[in-house]
Protein backbone atom coordinates (compact mmCIF):
# COMPACT_ATOMS: atom_id res chain seq x y z
CA UNK A 1 0.00 0.00 0.00
CA UNK A 2 1.35 3.60 -0.66
CA UNK A 3 2.38 6.03 1.52
CA UNK A 4 1.10 9.13 0.74
CA UNK A 5 1.70 12.22 2.64
CA UNK A 6 -0.89 15.27 3.16
CA UNK A 7 -0.71 18.68 4.23
CA UNK A 8 -3.35 20.56 4.90
CA UNK A 9 -4.51 24.48 6.07
CA UNK A 10 -6.91 26.25 5.85
CA UNK A 11 -7.48 30.17 6.32
CA UNK A 12 -10.96 32.69 6.86
CA UNK A 13 -10.96 36.41 6.38
CA UNK A 14 -13.42 36.61 9.40
CA UNK A 15 -14.98 34.06 10.95
CA UNK A 16 -17.33 33.56 9.10
CA UNK A 17 -16.48 35.04 5.73
CA UNK A 18 -15.15 34.11 2.72
CA UNK A 19 -12.20 31.27 3.32
CA UNK A 20 -10.06 29.26 1.45
CA UNK A 21 -8.19 25.96 1.92
CA UNK A 22 -4.87 24.39 0.05
CA UNK A 23 -3.88 20.85 0.41
CA UNK A 24 -0.43 19.58 -0.80
CA UNK A 25 -0.22 15.54 -1.61
CA UNK A 26 3.33 14.19 -1.72
CA UNK A 27 4.43 10.42 -3.20
CA UNK A 28 7.85 9.50 -4.01
CA UNK A 29 9.27 13.19 -4.72
CA UNK A 30 5.94 14.22 -6.32
CA UNK A 31 3.26 16.30 -5.64
CA UNK A 32 0.02 17.86 -6.03
CA UNK A 33 -1.55 20.47 -4.98
CA UNK A 34 -5.10 21.29 -4.51
CA UNK A 35 -7.15 24.55 -3.18
CA UNK A 36 -10.58 25.58 -3.22
CA UNK A 37 -12.63 28.18 -2.17
CA UNK A 38 -16.21 29.42 -0.27
CA UNK A 39 -17.71 32.17 0.00
CA UNK A 40 -19.29 32.29 3.46
CA UNK A 41 -17.81 30.04 5.65
CA UNK A 42 -16.05 29.18 9.25
CA UNK A 43 -11.74 28.46 8.95
CA UNK A 44 -12.74 25.01 10.91
CA UNK A 45 -14.87 24.19 7.57
CA UNK A 46 -12.24 25.48 5.43
CA UNK A 47 -9.44 23.52 7.53
CA UNK A 48 -11.45 20.44 6.92
CA UNK A 49 -12.09 20.86 3.44
CA UNK A 50 -8.22 20.66 2.94
CA UNK A 51 -8.65 17.42 4.48
CA UNK A 52 -11.68 16.08 2.83
CA UNK A 53 -10.25 16.94 -0.95
CA UNK A 54 -6.85 15.78 -0.33
CA UNK A 55 -8.27 12.42 0.54
CA UNK A 56 -10.84 12.28 -2.44
CA UNK A 57 -7.87 13.31 -4.55
CA UNK A 58 -6.37 9.82 -4.20
CA UNK A 59 -7.44 7.01 -6.58
CA UNK A 60 -6.89 4.05 -4.84
CA UNK A 61 -7.02 3.20 -1.10
CA UNK A 62 -3.25 4.58 0.65
CA UNK A 63 -1.28 4.58 4.08
CA UNK A 64 -2.02 8.65 4.83
CA UNK A 65 -0.38 10.78 6.91
CA UNK A 66 -2.20 13.98 7.38
CA UNK A 67 -0.62 16.69 8.87
CA UNK A 68 -2.63 19.73 9.43
CA UNK A 69 -2.11 22.78 12.32
CA UNK A 70 -6.11 22.68 13.31
CA UNK A 71 -6.38 20.97 16.41
CA UNK A 72 -10.27 21.07 15.83
CA UNK A 73 -9.42 18.47 13.10
CA UNK A 74 -6.55 16.41 14.57
CA UNK A 75 -8.56 15.64 17.55
CA UNK A 76 -11.62 15.93 16.41
CA UNK A 77 -10.73 12.66 13.52
CA UNK A 78 -8.40 10.91 16.06
CA UNK A 79 -10.10 11.33 19.34
CA UNK A 80 -13.88 12.12 19.17
CA UNK A 81 -15.04 10.92 15.83
CA UNK A 82 -16.04 7.71 17.40
CA UNK A 83 -17.65 8.90 20.19
CA UNK A 84 -20.04 11.09 18.31
CA UNK A 85 -20.58 7.94 16.09
CA UNK A 86 -21.37 6.01 19.16
CA UNK A 87 -23.93 8.95 20.58
CA UNK A 88 -25.44 9.47 17.27
CA UNK A 89 -23.82 12.37 16.17
CA UNK A 90 -24.10 14.08 19.50
CA UNK A 91 -21.39 15.58 21.74
CA UNK A 92 -20.89 14.33 25.45
CA UNK A 93 -22.81 17.62 26.19
CA UNK A 94 -25.45 16.24 24.15
CA UNK A 95 -25.14 18.72 21.57
CA UNK A 96 -25.48 17.88 17.95
CA UNK A 97 -22.19 17.75 16.22
CA UNK A 98 -20.94 20.88 14.94
CA UNK A 99 -19.74 20.36 10.76
CA UNK A 100 -21.14 16.78 11.55
CA UNK A 101 -21.89 16.49 7.33
CA UNK A 102 -18.31 17.03 6.61
CA UNK A 103 -17.14 14.56 9.83
CA UNK A 104 -19.41 12.09 8.10
CA UNK A 105 -17.00 12.80 4.89
CA UNK A 106 -14.00 12.47 7.00
CA UNK A 107 -15.47 9.08 8.70
CA UNK A 108 -15.97 7.46 5.35
CA UNK A 109 -12.88 8.83 3.66
CA UNK A 110 -11.27 7.35 6.79
CA UNK A 111 -12.65 3.61 6.19
CA UNK A 112 -11.45 3.90 2.63
CA UNK A 113 -7.89 4.64 3.42
CA UNK A 114 -5.72 3.45 6.46
CA UNK A 115 -5.05 7.62 7.81
CA UNK A 116 -2.96 8.90 10.64
CA UNK A 117 -3.40 12.80 11.90
CA UNK A 118 -0.58 15.10 13.17
CA UNK A 119 -0.77 17.91 14.48
CA UNK A 120 1.95 20.63 13.66
CA UNK A 121 2.18 24.16 14.82
CA UNK A 122 1.05 26.31 12.76
CA UNK A 123 3.35 29.63 11.55
CA UNK A 124 6.67 27.65 13.25
CA UNK A 125 8.42 27.49 9.77
CA UNK A 126 6.81 24.11 8.78
CA UNK A 127 7.40 24.66 5.01
CA UNK A 128 4.66 22.37 3.56
CA UNK A 129 2.35 24.01 6.32
CA UNK A 130 3.71 27.63 5.78
CA UNK A 131 3.32 26.82 1.83
CA UNK A 132 -0.84 25.36 2.14
CA UNK A 133 -1.09 28.65 4.48
CA UNK A 134 -0.50 31.01 1.69
CA UNK A 135 -1.79 28.73 -1.05
CA UNK A 136 -5.34 28.77 1.19
CA UNK A 137 -5.08 32.69 1.61
CA UNK A 138 -3.74 33.28 -2.02
CA UNK A 139 -7.15 31.58 -2.72
CA UNK A 140 -9.05 33.58 -1.11
CA UNK A 141 -7.04 37.10 -2.43
CA UNK A 142 -7.80 35.71 -6.03
CA UNK A 143 -11.52 35.02 -5.66
CA UNK A 144 -13.05 37.62 -2.91
CA UNK A 145 -9.87 40.43 -3.72
Do not use: A, L
Given at each position: MKTVYLYTDGACRGNPGPGGWAAILSFNG???IL???S???TNNLMEMEGVIDGLNALTEPCQVEVFSDSQYVVSGA???LDGWIRRG???VKGEPVKNAEQWRLIQHLIGVHQ???HWI???NGHEKNERCDALARAEIQRQYG
Open positions: NEKTGYQNTSKWWVTVNFRGH
